[in-house]
């Protein structure tokens, strides 16, 4: 796959029906049962023996497949697998209907407990960003190392850009764009979250596009992708409102994990000015810029951010450990 591709999202040209979500080559899908809760699981096999784990975490209107272009670039590293959060990708809506940051680290939790998965390397973007700071931040025992992509953490000055996202949080909103854009095709909203997400937007393949339009369908026949959405978004609202030990950056410095923090420098929603702050805030942090990006590295620059994060394995004694472990 080219690194300007959007991942392979259907194994076939037919449409799926609402729910059903195709598999890239070499990735396989599982559902994760959980009380309350069901998870779906994305995950590609590791091409060594006994590698140590990676979870990634997607971002808001994300889902599992934002993986897909970096997963097999890490697969002779890390055990690859990634989450669609509730109600995102092909997991169901929680059952308490909590979309809160705590709401979604707490699934997050409860996975890798319940499948004795951690440690892990824990990666996530966006809203996962977020999620998983917040998860190294309480459960210091699930967490390798931590890297994350355009997380979603507190700004004094928002872009003007990211202020649709937010506004989508305030009660009705939801309900009215979907009034307002009723008549808007697929093809449209794609263009429109591909011009806010990358920082370039021609470096998608016209057969990404497709892909990209065909699940934007799937997703738009879900009852419930517009409340999810909403939701989710007023849940980084209100985690931006928090202070104490509670506030994300708070929780930022108690991160014990090793983190890799990478941000674009045309990102529209998550402020590049961001970057220094956040590597002064994480105790043990390395940081990657990419001047080119937007809001989602790894779909844009997977090459560049997989050579970042064998870096950070290298600097942290992760890879030398396994491979001394495993003989090689």
């Known amino acids: 796959m080219s690194s300007t591709e959007l991942p392979n999202l259907l194994a076939s040209a037919v449409a799926p029906k609402p729910g ?131 997380p979603a953490l507190p700004e004094l000055r928002v872009q003007r850009t990211a202020l649709p996202t937010g506004l989508l949080a305030l009660p009705g909103v939801a309900a009215l764009f979907t009034k307002l854009t009723k008549e808007w095709t697929a093809e449209q909203r794609v263009r429109g979250v591909l011009g806010l997400c990358y920082g370039d937007p021609g470096r998608v393949t016209p057969e990404g596009f497709s892909a990209a339009v065909r699940e934007m369908e799937r997703r738009l026949q879900l009852p419930y992708f517009w409340d999810a959405m909403a939701r989710s978004a007023r849940g980084i609202v209100n985690a931006y409102t928090l202070g104490g030990q509670h506030g994300l950056w708070r929780q930022a410095e108690r991160v014990l994990a090793p983190t890799l923090l990478v941000y674009g420098g045309r990102d529209l929603l998550v402020s590049y000015r961001m970057a220094h702050k956040a590597a002064a805030a994480f105790r043990d942090s390395r ?38 472990d495993s003989g090689s």
């Open 20 to 150: 059903a979500v195709a598999v890239a080559e070499g990735e396989r899908l599982d559902s994760v049962g959980l009380p309350g809760l069901t998870l779906n699981v994305r995950s590609r096999p590791s091409t060594g023996t006994g590698l140590p784990p990676a979870l990634y975490v997607h971002g808001l209107g994300g889902s599992s497949q934002n993986w897909s272009a970096l997963m097999p670039l890490l697969d002779d590293v890390v055990d690859c697998e990634a989450i669609d959060l509730p109600g995102f990708g092909d997991s169901p809506p929680p059952d308490d209907g909590d979309y809160s940051i705590t709401g979604h680290a707490r699934a997050v939790i409860r996975y890798l407990d319940a499948r004795a998965r951690g440690p892990v390397h824990l990666v996530g973007n966006s809203l996962g960003g977020a999620v998983t700071t917040r998860v190294a931040a309480v459960r210091p025992d699930l967490v390798r190392t931590l890297t994350l992509i355009s």
């Open 287 to 324: 940081l990657l810029t990419l001047p080119e990006a937007g809001h989602v590295a790894m779909m844009e620059y997977p090459e560049s951010v997989a050579t970042a994060f064998r870096e950070l394995l290298v600097d942290t004694g992760e890879l030398a450990s396994h491979r001394m």
